[in-house]
């Protein structure tokens, strides 16, 4: 063969692989029309659907989510829960038994299809439980776009999570994964995980919503309100424009978003404020003594969004809704459901902040949280703490905002029930086990690659992740590819350790020998997962001095951090126990001397991690 011809050909495949195995994200864009039977909880739908095949693969079938299935006696939901007892999350069970098995009949979920069809023709569709699997008339190419049309009714189930009628706190209609919603196609194929109770994925769509009910109704949605003086509560000078049935047409559009949610009661009160560089924010709540904080809160939301601007990346969308309503929280485009009575108003800041924290990673972020949920709950619970230790300053003294999560990681871990956080998100056993992989692992992942490569760099991580992944579906594999460019760190070894093993963390000061000019300490790995070491004594003229003993697989040190500058020890191999240093101060110089003085590593045994010199 030519050589040249050879080199040709080589690079024309090297292109095409590049070619094919390139991001993308698929697109979706509906068009809807709702008409409510409020008195009945039923709803009648329509919806157009241009879907975008972004992918270089060619589609023959597609998919849809039909959440509400899942809510009635004998669904795949109602049998997980009945099957963990009272190890399942405690919203869905009383004492061990599923609520799901009690639904009344007439409050049983539904999305009934009528019919689907893809550019004017008849599909054939089969429904298994909350997935749908349609049969396309002719192949999706890559590249292109196709026309969807659906219509189907729907039954607004009792309400046990997250959707449905008359929460506990008397609003009427919590209405979210409520549509028929294509699945996400990525990589690794469909994302059609049934529906357990846990999480959800979607591609980025845009929205338009129209949603006739009784004139009675003020609603409350993810999106911008396009009438707001043709409907009820959210203009003083609005002239309700009802039709002879006494409804009127609520018309919402959203933008680049995974999903549209909204709720609607007959009580809501609107009240609206402007962040200064940031978002229009809407409250929508029944407004009574039991939720007098609301309007305390103000401030303190302003204020949150104003520091997730400037620390992790601009809120991008023209406004967030705080809605009353769910079963307790949860984030959607745009808006939040949050039960509104709270006991104080540091509980309800707190309930807002994680939920408007999800805004920046289960919508702007948008990973798979069915996949890695650890990277959803775990972030913006590192999110939460941090905001919320500004907002709400300790009234006693704590090294970091995150001591509370490595106390509540220690007194889990002891349990002996821990489930590793690379676990599916519905898949896990045990509820607690979940929580603490999901919300606890995933933030302390968060606070040990601060602790290892330092706060600094730590922060311009999360920036650069951000700048680089918002409005895209970004993995953990993405993260690490830019954790370990800005650190110069290799750190694949720390993601294996602590999301895909429940192996621990355990340091101890073995021996102290202490010499006429200096102080001999020798360390000890007791534990499963090494790590670097930061080691600091304080001096008796109260200064602390810190030495790094670096881990050799890193490759690279941490030379200082927000917590102070290092002097660096010789690395410590990770297969290693024993690691011993001296340091030129002898015992009537130190005070005390330990591991990790800034609280951040989590070890779960601090037992042995200081020493005070007497």
């Known amino acids: 063969m030519n050589k040249g011809f050879l080199i040709i050909l080589t690079l024309f495949f090297g292109i095409l692989s590049a070619q094919k195995n390139a991001y993308y994200q698929q697109y979706a864009k509906y068009k809807m029309d709702i008409d409510v039977d409020a008195k009945n909880f039923t709803y009648n739908g329509n919806q157009t659907l241009t879907y975008t095949n972004n992918s270089p693969d060619e589609l023959d079938v597609v998919y849809f989510h039909l959440y509400w299935n899942a809510f009635k006696p004998g669904s795949m939901m109602d049998q997980r829960i009945a099957g963990q007892g009272k190890n399942g999350d405690s919203r869905l069970q009383n004492n061990g038994i599923s609520r799901l098995a009690s639904i009344p009949k007439d409050e049983e979920g539904a999305q009934n299809i009528h019919w689907i069809k893809q550019n004017g023709k008849n599909l054939k569709f089969e429904i298994q439980e909350t997935v749908m699997k349609v049969y396309l008339d002719s192949p999706i190419k890559a590249n292109s776009s196709t026309i969807f049309m659906m219509e189907w009714d729907a039954v607004i189930p009792m309400q046990i999570r997250r959707a449905g009628r008359n929460n506990r706190e008397g609003i009427d209609m919590t209405v979210t994964q409520w549509y028929p919603k294509i699945a996400e196609y990525d990589y690794d194929g469909w994302a059609t995980f049934d529906y357990i109770g846990r999480e959800f994925h979607a591609p980025f769509s845009d929205f338009e919503v129209n949603i006739k009910i009784d004139k009675e109704y003020v609603i ?7 009438n707001p003086l043709e409907v009820k509560g959210y203009d003083k000078k609005a002239t309700i424009k009802a039709d002879k049935n006494n409804k009127t047409t609520w018309k919402w559009t959203a933008k680049n978003m995974l999903d549209f949610a909204w709720a609607a009661d007959r009580d809501y009160t ?46 991008v969308y023209p406004s967030y809704s705080f809605i009353q309503g769910g079963d307790g929280g949860m984030e959607y485009g745009m808006c939040t ?64 905002p995150f001591t509370g999560s490595l106390d509540r990681y220690r007194n ?34 968060l606070v040990q690659l601060g602790y290892i490569m330092g706060e600094q760099n730590l922060a311009l991580v999360m920036k650069e992740f951000y700048n680089e992944w918002h409005l895209k579906h970004p993995t953990d594999r993405d993260f690490m590819h830019i954790a370990q460019k800005v650190s110069g760190m290799d750190l694949k070894w720390f993601l294996n350790y602590w999301i895909n093993t429940t192996k621990t963390i355990d340091y101890g000061i073995k021996e102290v020998k202490y010499n006429e000019s200096s102080t001999t300490i020798i360390l000890e790995n007791k534990g499963t997962i090494p790590m670097p070491i930061d080691f600091s004594i304080l001096t008796t003229d109260k200064k ?29 191999p990770w297969t290693q126990k024993d690691y011993t240093f001296t340091i030129p101060y002898n015992k009537s110089q130190i005070s005390a001397l330990g591991i990790d003085f800034s609280q951040r590593l989590a070890d779960v045994n601090l037992e042995d991690n200081l020493v005070e010199v007497k």
Do not use: C
Request: proline residues 4%.
């Open 412 to 445: 889990f871990v002891k349990k002996g029930i821990e489930e590793p956080a690379v676990w599916l998100g519905d898949h896990h056993d045990n509820g607690s086990a979940y929580s603490f992989a999901t919300y606890v692992k995933g933030e302390l992942f």
């Open 544 to 572: 602390v001095v810190n030495y790094q003993i670096p881990l050799n697989m890193t490759h690279t040190w941490k030379t200082k951090d927000i917590y102070g500058d290092f002097k660096t020890e010789a690395y410590w």
């Open 270 to 315: 609107v009240d609206s404020f402007v962040v200064l560089d940031g978002p229009k924010v809407y409250f929508v709540y029944q407004k009574s003594e039991k939720t007098k904080y609301w309007d305390e809160s103000k401030p303190y939301v302003t204020k949150f969004f104003q520091i997730m601007n400037a620390t992790f990346g601009r809120y």
């Open 337 to 400: 459901m949050i039960l509104g009575e709270a006991k104080s108003l540091d509980g309800l800041v707190g309930l807002m902040v994680h939920e408007g924290g999800h805004s920046w990673n289960q919508q702007i972020m948008a990973y798979n949280e069915s996949v890695r949920p650890w990277m959803d709950e775990g972030f913006t619970s590192y999110y939460d703490d941090s905001v919320m230790y500004q907002l709400f300053p300790p009234k006693t003294p704590q090294a970091n």
């Open 220 to 226: 409350g949605a993810g999106g911008t309100l396009e």
